[in-house]
C-alpha cells in the first residue's frame, strides 16, 4: 500500500537517499530542506516544500503543506542534522554548540511532536531517527555533536513508552561513516580536508543508510527494529578505520 513519508533534510545525502528509495517502493513523499532548488526533480510526483527545522513557523507550513499534498503521515524520517566544527569543549563556541543542538534535537523534536498526535489518532505511524555511532561513542572535538546524537536515544525510549498501545514504531538508524555533504558542512565548506576523512577507506553511501530505513519502515506492523548500527566493514569505532598504505 502506498504509504504517506515525510523526510527532513532530503536536500542531500542521507535524505536524498531516503526519498529515492521510498519513491521506487511506491509511496508518496513530502520533502523538506532550506535549500529548496535541491529537492526539485529529486522524486516524481513529490510534495517539495522549504523547511528549517529550527524554525516553528517553518515546519508548519512544511507540514500543512505536506498533509494538504498526500494526507496523513505514515512515516516521518527525521534527518536533517549536521555536526559544526571539531573544536575541542574548551575552544568551542556557543555559536556551533546552539546551531547542532537547535538542529538534531530541538529541530527534530519539534517537527516529532506535531506529526506524532495523528500518528496516534489514527492508530499507527513509524517514526524514524538517524543517530549515529556518535551517539554511542564519544570522540575529542565531537563532544556536542556526540551529545546531541546520545540524546536522541532516551528521546526515542520516551516516545515508545509514551504511545504504547497506539501503534507507533519507534526506529533508530545510526550509521558510522557515510561519504555525504556531512564533513564539508562540518569544516564550514574546507572540501580537501573533508575528502581527506573519506581517503584510504570504503565509506558507507548514503543509498546503504536508506536500504536500511527502507527495510525497517516494511517490517510487518508488529515488528519493532529498535535501533540498526550499521557501519562500513572498514570501520570499528569513530576512530577506528583501516586504510589502505599508499
Ligand atoms: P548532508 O550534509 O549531506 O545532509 C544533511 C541534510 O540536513 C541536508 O539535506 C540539509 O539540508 C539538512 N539540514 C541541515 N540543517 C537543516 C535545517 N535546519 N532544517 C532542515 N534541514 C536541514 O549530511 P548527511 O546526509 O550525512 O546527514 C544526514 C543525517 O545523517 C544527519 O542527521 C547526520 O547527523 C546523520 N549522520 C551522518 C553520518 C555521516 O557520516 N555522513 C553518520 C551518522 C549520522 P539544507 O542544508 O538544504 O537545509
Ligand atoms: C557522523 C559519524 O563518526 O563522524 O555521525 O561522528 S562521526
Given amino acids: 500500500m502506498s504509504r504517506h513519508v515525510v523526510v527532513t533534510g532530503a536536500s542531500s545525502g542521507i535524505g536524498a537517499a531516503c526519498a529515492r528509495a521510498f519513491a521506487a517502493h511506491g509511496d508518496r513523499l513530502s520533502l523538506g530542506a532550506r535549500r529548496r532548488d535541491r529537492l526539485t526533480g529529486l522524486v516524481e ?76 489518532a489514527q492508530g499507527r505511524g513509524h517514526i524514524v531517527v538517524i543517530g549515529s555511532i556518535a551517539g554511542h561513542k564519544a570522540y575529542p572535538g565531537g563532544g556536542v555533536y556526540c551529545g546531541s546524537k546520545r540524546a536522541l536515544q532516551p528521546i526515542c525510549e520516551a516516545i515508545r513508552m509514551e504511545t504504547l498501545g497506539h501503534g507507533i514504531r519507534v526506529t533508530s538508524v545510526d550509521p558510522g561513516m557515510v561519504e555525504t555533504e556531512f564533513s564539508v558542512v562540518r569544516f564550514r565548506g574546507d572540501a580537501e580536508r573533508a575528502a581527506k576523512v573519506y581517503q584510504g577507506t570504503r565509506p558507507l553511501q548514503a ?31 569513530p576512530h577506528h578505520v583501516h586504510r589502505a598504505t599508499t
Avoid: Y
Fill in 45 to 120: 510526483g513529490a510534495c517539495i516544500a522549504p523547511l528549517d527545522v529550527t524554525s516553528p513557523t517553518s515546519i508548519e507550513r512544511f507540514l500543512a503543506a505536506a498533509t494538504a499534498a498526500h494526507g496523513p503521515i505514515d512515516v516521518l524520517v527525521n534527518n536533517a542534522g549536521l555536526a559544526r566544527g571539531v573544536e575541542k569543549i574548551a575552544e568551542g563556541t556557543g555559536e556551533a554548540w546552539r546551531e547542532m543542538l537547535e538542529t538534531n534535537v530541538i529541530g527534530l523534536l519539534e517537527v516529532t511532536r506535531r506529526v506524532l498526535p495523528t500518528m496516534m
Fill in 207 to 237: 543509498a546503504d543508510v536508506a536500504e536500511c530505513v527502507l527495510f525497517a519502515t516494511t517490517r510487518p506492523a508488529h515488528v519493532n527494529l529498535d535501533t540498526i548500527v550499521v557501519m562500513p566493514t572498514d570501520q570499528a569505532s
